[in-house]
Structures are given as C-alpha cells and as structure tokens.
C-alpha cells in the first residue's frame, strides 16, 4: 500500500462532516476512522450519532460536533437548548446551531440575542464545549451579516459559522472576509457548505477562516 501525503496543517483546520439524512453507523464509523487517520478537528454529525462518535473518537483529541435546530433554524428556543443539553450529555463538545432566519429578518434583536446567549450559556456549562452559530450568508444581505455577526459577538458565540450546506450557496470568499472584518478577534468563522477542493479550502482560510466545515475533507487534504 502507497503511503499517503496529506496537508497536517489544513487538515487541523477542518470539521469532517456528515449530515446526509440516509447516514447509518457505519457511514460514522468511517468518518470517525478518517477524521483519526487525517487528524481533522472535529467530526460533525447528526444528533442521534453523536454518542458513537464520541465513543469512537474518545482518547483521540478529534472534538465531536453536532448540529442544533438543523437545518432551518426556527425551532422554539427551549427546544434548541434541550438539543444542547442532550448532546452534551451524549458526548459532543461542539454545537453548530442554525438561527432563526425570521427573527433576523423580522428585526427581532433581541430575541436572537436572547437565545444565543442562552445557547452560549448551557454550551459552556458543558465542560466548555464551543457554540457555533449558523447564520446562513447565502440568505443575507451585506448589512444583514454585520447585524448578525455584532449579535453573536455580543451573546458569547466562540464561532459564527456561514451556512449549513442545506440552504441556499454555501460560503463564499466575500462573506468570510465581511464576518472577519465585522467580528472582533476572539470570536472565530467556520466556512462551510459547498467546499470541494483544496483550493477553495485555502482561499477561505486566507478570508478568515479559522475552521472548515467540508464533506470532501479527505479529498481535500490528500496531495
């Protein structure tokens, strides 16, 4: 067998995901196998297999993310909160949560940063597990994602995150580079949705991205 070349260092950088909704364990299984191999970050998967995940990927130091009122974001808030607690105690560390798209177009504030607070509180109780916050680029206008990105900032997001894959283009360079300019440092921007190659990969890292989100991580990173 020919060993294999991979980018250690993009391969740091990238959530190997899967949240097709035909998944079965041992599609996790393998991505879990891959994500060890590869050295990603975390795997992101959907809720039901995140006590799996966790119990593949424990000792390994690759996170186990999850996905929270996926894909479309309108969930009630309790609910939302309750999908975090859950996954917390099934094993995620990391909680990708999608907006609610209509509060923000609605110009309701303060209700979206009443539950991302409320999210980025129960999170960090979760042995400082990290939120995500999902605010779908592809759906906004430029002064929509500097009203969004101000909103996560404030309400203690570790991460704005662009888009779920599910909904609309996923990320492009010019979203990335607007949230990078609008956030203040500490608060971090996943890319994902629509990533294919390694130079996509690296053209969004050069915007901004401190984290991917990408289905064809292995693909990716293989030279």
Same mark, same amino acid.
């Given at each position: ?9 993009? *391969? ?9 909704p %035909? ?32 119990? *593949?990927?424990?000792g390994?130091?690759?996170?186990v993310?999850?996905v ?9 808030? =309790?609910?939302?909160?309750?999908? +975090? ?10 909680? %990708?949560?999608? +907006?609610n ?7 309701r504030?303060?209700y ?10 129960i999170?960090?109780?979760? #042995?400082?597990?990290?939120? #995500?916050?999902? +605010? ?6 430029? !002064?929509?994602?500097e ?36 956030? !203040? ?8 949705? =629509? ?7 690296? %053209? ?8 991917? =989100? ?10």
């Open positions: 067998m020919q060993p294999v070349h991979f980018d250690a260092g993009l *391969a740091a950088l990238i959530d190997h995901t899967l949240l097709k %035909d998944a079965t364990a041992p599609h996790i299984e393998q991505v879990c196998n891959e994500a060890v191999f590869y050295h990603f970050a975390a795997v992101c998967v959907p809720p039901v297999f995140v006590k799996q995940a966790a119990a *593949a990927l424990a390994t130091g690759v996170q993310a999850t929270i009122g996926f894909p479309l974001g309108y969930n009630h808030t =309790g609910i939302k909160l309750a999908e +975090i607690e859950l996954a917390a105690a099934a094993g995620a560390t990391e909680m %990708d949560m999608v +907006i798209l209509s509060a923000l177009k609605n110009a504030f303060n979206l940063e009443n539950e991302i607070a409320a999210a980025s509180q999170t960090h109780q979760a #042995k400082g597990a990290l939120l #995500k916050v999902i +605010i779908e680029t592809a759906l906004l206008t430029p !002064p929509e994602i009203q969004v990105c101000h909103i996560c900032a404030a309400a203690g997001a570790d991460f704005v995150k662009t888009s779920t894959g599910f909904n609309g283009a996923g990320a492009t360079v010019a979203a990335v580079e607007l949230m990078r300019k609008t956030l !203040p440092p500490q608060v971090k921007i996943k890319a994902s949705g =629509g990533i294919c190659t390694r130079q996509e990969a690296l %053209d969004m890292v050069k915007a901004g991205a401190n984290r991917l =989100g990408c289905s064809a991580s292995v693909k990716i990173v293989t030279l």
